[in-house]
C-alpha cells in the first residue's frame, strides 16, 4: 500500500467522490481547495461540496437516465449520493437536497475521515509529474492559473471556457416523411437529416425564435462568443435573412419531392454512431427549455420530436475528452493525471460527481499498481466514458447523461418499456463488472 498521499486539486463534488472513494480503499489523500481564501464566482460557502446554484439532483427514477446514473453511484458506496439521502427535501420523483446541510455533511465526512488531509490553498500550476498520481477536480470555473497550465498541457485548442450546446433530438421521433437525407452537393446518399421550409413556414419560425424568452447571463458571463458558434438567436438578430446564409442555408440540398432547393433548411446530425440521436446543426442557443421545445417543434418534421438534451450556452471549463482522455479519465498526455468532474466534458452535478468516483477508483488502483478500469457502455457511468472519449472531436460539446448516450436497443420494443430494459441490462452490467475488477 502507497504512504505517499494522492493529491486532488479542487475539493468541489467530483473532488470530495474522488477522495472518499480512495480514503475507503485505505489509500491516504491531500485534498486541496482554494476557498475560503479565493472564491468563483459562483461559489459562495466556505463548506467543499458546495452546490451552485438549483438544489435537485434531479430524477431519482432508475428507468431515467439521470437515476440510473444514481443507482450505480450508491452500488459504489458513493459518499456523496449517501449524504443526498440524508439530506433530502420534499421534491417529487426528484431527489432534491437540501444545500446548506448536504454540503456540510459532506464537508463534515471528508474532514472526519483520518485518511483525507485538506488543504485550503489556491493551486496555481500543475504539479511535476510523480509516481503518485494525481486529481484535477477544480470545475468548470477552474481559477485562471490553473486552467492556464492546463491548456498548455493539452494544447490551448483543446480546452475551452464556454460551452455551446445545440438541442439533440431523438430518431425515432422525426417524422421521415418530411425530412429528407443529403450532404450538401452530394450525390450521394448523404450523411445529413434536412428539414426543408417554405418562406412562410421560415418567417414564422424566425418570429417564434425573436420571440422566445431567454435565460439571462450570469453576471460573470460575459457575451463572448466565439464567431462559429453563436447562439442561433443571436444570429437571427443580425437580420431577418442571416439564419439562411449561415446555418439554415438551402442551396445544393435539393428537397427530392420537387427537385428544388428549399427557401431553408435545418440540418440534423448523427450524434452517435448507432444513429439514435440527432442534432440540430448550429442551434446551440439560450432560449429557455420551454421556448426550445416550443419553438424547436414548429420546424417542419421535428414536430414530435423528443429531446434527448436541450441548448444552452455556459462558462464552463472542459477538455476536449477525445482528444486528451483515455476511457479511465487519465490523461493522455500525462498519464499519472486524471481529471475528474465537469472539466471532463460532462455536464451536471451527478455526472461531475460520478467522474469524481471513477477517478477517484482509478487514482487508487494506479497508486496501488493495480491496472485501472473502465465501466462497461451498457452502464450509465461506462456510456458518459464513450461520449468522452469516442465522440468526434471536431464537434465534442459536454453532455448530461441521457439514454441517446447508450448503446442501441431494439427499437420495435414499447417506448415505455425502454427505460425499464436498459436499467436492467445496465445494473447486471455494473455487478458483473465490480465483480470482476473487485469493486
Ligand atoms: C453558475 C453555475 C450554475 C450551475 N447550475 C447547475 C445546476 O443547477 N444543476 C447542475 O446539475 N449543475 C449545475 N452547474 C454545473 C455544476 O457546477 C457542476 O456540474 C458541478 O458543480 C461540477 O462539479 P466539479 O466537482 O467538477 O466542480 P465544482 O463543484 O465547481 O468544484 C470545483 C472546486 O475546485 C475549487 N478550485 C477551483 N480552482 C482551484 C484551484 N486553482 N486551486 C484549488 N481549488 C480550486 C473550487 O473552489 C471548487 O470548490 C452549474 C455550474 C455553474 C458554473
Same mark, same amino acid.
Given at each position: 500500500?502507497?504512504?505517499?498521499?494522492?493529491?486532488?486539486?479542487?475539493?468541489?463534488?467530483?473532488?470530495?467522490?474522488?477522495?472518499?472513494?480512495? @480514503?475507503?480503499?485505505?489509500?491516504?489523500?491531500?485534498?486541496?481547495?482554494?476557498?475560503?481564501?479565493? %472564491?468563483?464566482?459562483?461559489?459562495?460557502?466556505?463548506?467543499?461540496?458546495?452546490?451552485?446554484?438549483?438544489?435537485?439532483?434531479?430524477?431519482?427514477?432508475?428507468?431515467?437516465? /439521470?437515476?440510473?446514473?444514481?443507482?450505480?453511484?450508491?452500488?459504489?458506496?458513493?459518499?456523496?449520493?449517501?449524504?443526498?439521502?440524508?439530506?433530502?427535501?420534499?421534491?417529487?420523483? @426528484?431527489?432534491?437536497?437540501?444545500?446548506? =446541510?448536504?454540503?456540510?455533511? /459532506?464537508?463534515?465526512?471528508?474532514?472526519?475521515?483520518?485518511?483525507?488531509?485538506?488543504?485550503?490553498?489556491? #493551486?496555481?500550476?500543475?504539479?511535476? +509529474?510523480?509516481?503518485?498520481?494525481?486529481?484535477?477536480?477544480?470545475?468548470?470555473?477552474?481559477?485562471?492559473?490553473?486552467?492556464?497550465?492546463?491548456?498548455?498541457?493539452?494544447?490551448?485548442?483543446?480546452?475551452?471556457?464556454?460551452?455551446?450546446?445545440? $438541442? #439533440?433530438?431523438?430518431?425515432?421521433?422525426?417524422?421521415?416523411?418530411?425530412?429528407?437525407?443529403?450532404?450538401?452537393?452530394?450525390?450521394? $446518399?448523404?450523411?445529413?437529416?434536412?428539414?426543408?421550409?417554405?418562406?412562410?413556414?421560415?418567417?414564422?419560425?424566425?418570429?417564434?425564435?425573436?420571440?422566445?424568452?431567454?435565460?439571462?447571463?450570469?453576471?460573470?458571463?460575459?457575451?463572448?462568443? %466565439?464567431?462559429?458558434?453563436?447562439?442561433?438567436?443571436?444570429?437571427?438578430?443580425?437580420?431577418?435573412?442571416?439564419?439562411?446564409?449561415?446555418?439554415?442555408? +438551402?442551396?445544393?440540398?435539393?428537397?427530392?419531392?420537387?427537385?428544388?432547393?428549399?427557401? @431553408?433548411?435545418?440540418?440534423?446530425?448523427?450524434?452517435?454512431?448507432?444513429?439514435?440521436?440527432?442534432?440540430?446543426?448550429?442551434?446551440?442557443?439560450?432560449?429557455?427549455?420551454?421556448?426550445?421545445?416550443?419553438? %424547436?417543434?414548429?420546424?417542419?418534421?421535428?414536430?414530435?420530436?423528443? %429531446?434527448?438534451?436541450?441548448?444552452?450556452?455556459?462558462?464552463?471549463?472542459?477538455?476536449?475528452?477525445?482528444?486528451?482522455?483515455?476511457?479511465?479519465? =487519465?490523461?493522455?498526455?500525462? $498519464?499519472?493525471?486524471?481529471?475528474? &468532474?465537469?472539466?471532463? &466534458?460532462?455536464?451536471?452535478?451527478?455526472?461531475?460527481?460520478?467522474?469524481?468516483?471513477?477517478?477517484?477508483?482509478? &487514482?487508487?488502483?494506479?497508486?496501488?499498481?493495480?491496472? +485501472?478500469?473502465?465501466?462497461? +457502455?451498457?452502464?450509465?457511468?461506462?456510456?458518459?466514458?464513450?461520449?468522452?472519449?469516442?465522440?468526434? $472531436?471536431?464537434?465534442? =460539446?459536454?453532455?448530461?447523461?441521457?439514454?441517446?448516450?447508450?448503446?442501441?436497443?431494439?427499437?420495435?420494443?414499447?417506448?415505455?418499456?425502454?427505460? @425499464?430494459?436498459?436499467?436492467? =441490462?445496465?445494473?447486471?452490467?455494473?455487478?458483473?463488472?465490480?465483480?470482476?475488477?473487485?469493486?
Amino acid at each position: 500500500m502507497t504512504t505517499t498521499p494522492i493529491t486532488i486539486i479542487g475539493g468541489g463534488l467530483a473532488g470530495c467522490e474522488a477522495a472518499w472513494q480512495i @480514503a475507503r480503499r485505505g489509500g491516504q489523500v491531500r485534498l486541496y481547495d482554494m476557498k475560503p481564501h479565493r %472564491f468563483s464566482p459562483a461559489h459562495h460557502s466556505p463548506d467543499l461540496a458546495e452546490l451552485v446554484c438549483s438544489n435537485s439532483l434531479r430524477s431519482d427514477d432508475r428507468n431515467s437516465g /439521470v437515476g440510473l446514473l444514481k443507482e450505480e453511484m450508491r452500488r459504489l458506496d458513493s459518499l456523496l449520493m449517501a449524504v443526498a439521502e440524508e439530506t433530502r427535501v420534499p421534491a417529487g420523483k @426528484a431527489l432534491a437536497v437540501d444545500r446548506a =446541510q448536504f454540503a456540510a455533511a /459532506v464537508t463534515a465526512r471528508i474532514e472526519g475521515q483520518p485518511n483525507i488531509t485538506i488543504d485550503r490553498n489556491e #493551486i496555481t500550476t500543475l504539479p511535476e +509529474p510523480t509516481t503518485t498520481p494525481l486529481i484535477m477536480a477544480t470545475g468548470p470555473l477552474t481559477s485562471d492559473p490553473l486552467a492556464a497550465a492546463l491548456a498548455e498541457l493539452t494544447g490551448a485548442k483543446h480546452l475551452a471556457f464556454y460551452d455551446a450546446i445545440a $438541442p #439533440i433530438v431523438t430518431a425515432d421521433s422525426l417524422d421521415r416523411t418530411v425530412i429528407y437525407q443529403a450532404s450538401r452537393y452530394d450525390d450521394g $446518399p448523404g450523411d445529413y437529416l434536412n428539414c426543408p421550409m417554405d418562406r412562410e413556414q421560415y418567417l414564422t419560425f424566425i418570429t417564434a425564435l425573436a420571440a422566445g424568452a431567454k435565460v439571462p447571463l450570469k453576471d460573470f458571463e460575459e457575451p463572448r462568443y %466565439f464567431e462559429g458558434c453563436l447562439p442561433v438567436e443571436v444570429m437571427l438578430a443580425r437580420g431577418d435573412d442571416t439564419l439562411r446564409f449561415g446555418p439554415m442555408k +438551402p442551396v445544393g440540398l435539393p428537397d427530392p419531392r420537387t427537385g428544388r432547393d428549399p427557401y @431553408a433548411v435545418v440540418q440534423l446530425r448523427m450524434e452517435n454512431r448507432e444513429g439514435t440521436t440527432y442534432n440540430l446543426v448550429g442551434f446551440q442557443t439560450k432560449l429557455t427549455y420551454q421556448a426550445q421545445t416550443e419553438v %424547436f417543434r414548429l420546424i417542419p418534421g421535428l414536430e414530435r420530436a423528443e %429531446f434527448a438534451r436541450l441548448g444552452s450556452i455556459h462558462r464552463n471549463t472542459f477538455v476536449c475528452g477525445p482528444l486528451v482522455l483515455e476511457p479511465t479519465l =487519465q490523461c493522455k498526455m500525462r $498519464p499519472d493525471l486524471l481529471l475528474a &468532474g465537469q472539466l471532463t &466534458g460532462v455536464e451536471g452535478y451527478v455526472e461531475s460527481t460520478a467522474m469524481g468516483l471513477l477517478a477517484g477508483i482509478n &487514482g487508487f488502483r494506479l497508486a496501488t499498481g493495480l491496472a +485501472p478500469v473502465t465501466p462497461p +457502455p451498457e452502464t450509465a457511468l461506462g456510456s458518459l466514458i464513450v461520449h468522452l472519449t469516442s465522440s468526434d $472531436p471536431k464537434h465534442f =460539446q459536454p453532455s448530461n447523461i441521457n439514454f441517446g448516450l447508450f448503446p442501441p436497443i431494439n427499437l420495435k420494443m414499447p417506448k415505455k418499456n425502454r427505460g @425499464a430494459y436498459r436499467a436492467e =441490462q445496465a445494473l447486471l452490467a455494473l455487478e458483473n463488472w465490480r465483480r470482476t475488477a473487485a469493486l
